[in-house]
T-cell receptor, first 114, second 115 residues
């Protein structure tokens, strides 16, 4: 069965600092991986996704993620945090059983302080 | 429309009452998904549809939960005889295809509070 683990339920960074949110996956087949962001009281917005075309994926708002098969990881990074990046971030893997439901990690709350 | 629409935004029910939630997918999207987000942020898949046909219902608590997607109507998720543990945010998502790499677009959610 596929699963996603997000290390660190809370991450706090200073404005302008590097953001690193960790995601590790478990999958017996090549995975399709997604990062979504959830602002307070809102739905999920797609940041980026890995579909095997390129291991370094660039997304919206300056975020990017690198797929590393050897480490079964898909960590999300942003070189310089902005106050508006404060939100909950979810890593997800698409179910390989043919039904395409998303299997989510537990989420990481990112706080950005001045 | 260009966004997934969900109504109502908030819903309060007494334990044992019925709750009905609605979702209008993005125009042209044939696939609809329902997810439940409980207090600790855990997302649980409930059910998916291909047009009006159930595609995957492995996540549905079938005793009290039901869902439909009828032609020319919003999709609906109904909970009969709500329980306290049904308190959650229910998200609807839609996609153009069922390909595993296809993006699912999420609505703003319906926050259900069962008292």
């Amino acid at each position: 069965a596929q699963s996603v683990t997000q290390l660190g339920s809370h991450v706090s960074v200073s404005e302008g600092a590097l953001v690193l949110l960790r995601c590790n996956y478990s999958s017996s087949v090549p995975p399709y991986l997604f990062w979504y962001v959830q602002y307070p009281n809102q739905g999920l917005q797609l940041l980026l996704k890995y579909t095997s075309a390129a291991t370094l994926v660039k997304g919206i708002n300056g975020f990017e993620a690198e797929f590393k098969k050897s480490e079964t990881s898909f960590h999300l990074t942003k070189p310089s945090a902005h106050m508006s990046d404060a939100a909950e971030y979810f890593c997800a893997v698409s179910d390989s059983g043919g039904y395409n439901k998303l299997i989510f990690g537990a989420g990481t709350r990112l706080a950005v302080h001045p | 429309g260009e966004e997934v629409a969900q109504t109502p935004k908030h819903l309060v029910r007494g334990e044992g009452q019925k709750a009905k939630l609605y979702c209008a997918p993005i125009k042209g999207h044939s696939y609809v998904f329902w997810y439940q987000q409980v207090l600790k942020n855990e997302f649980k898949f409930l059910i998916s549809f291909q047009n009006e046909n159930v595609f995957d219902e492995t996540g549905m608590p079938k005793e009290r939960f039901s869902a439909k997607c009828l032609p020319n109507s919003p999709c609906s998720l109904e909970i009969q005889a709500t329980k306290l543990e049904d308190s959650a945010v229910y998200f609807c998502a839609s996609s153009q295809s069922m390909a595993a790499q296809e993006t699912q677009y999420f609505g703003p959610g319906t926050r259900l509070l069962v008292l």
